[in-house]
């Protein structure tokens, strides 16, 4: 819900954590662009924050880490195969 939690307060499932990710991304992602293994993702304004953290959260395979602003996230993928299938499956997930 974007609400303060404390360090090492993040216990959620991974079936929890990935259905966060899920609604955060049909909620807030706007636009997703591949270069490489660096996949930018739109939201709009002061919705990255929610939605950078519920990647992070959701601890997929394909990344490495996240940087968000305002309404751009950096997300940066292993490889430029799993930056492929996270933009496939982010697309997915917000009915792109």
Do not use: N
Request: no cysteine.
């Amino acid at each position: 819900d974007g609400a303060y939690q404390r360090a090492g307060a993040d216990a959620a499932s991974p079936e929890t954590a990935l259905g966060a990710l899920e609604h955060a991304a049909a909620e807030f992602l706007r636009t997703i662009d591949r270069v490489r293994q660096l996949v930018v993702v739109r939201t709009g304004v002061g919705q990255s924050q929610p939605l950078a953290v519920a990647i992070d959260g959701a601890r997929l395979p394909e990344v490495v880490g996240t940087i968000a602003g305002d309404d751009t996230i950096l997300v940066i993928a292993r490889s430029d195969r799993r930056a492929a299938e996270l933009v496939k499956r982010l697309e997915e997930y917000a009915g792109l």
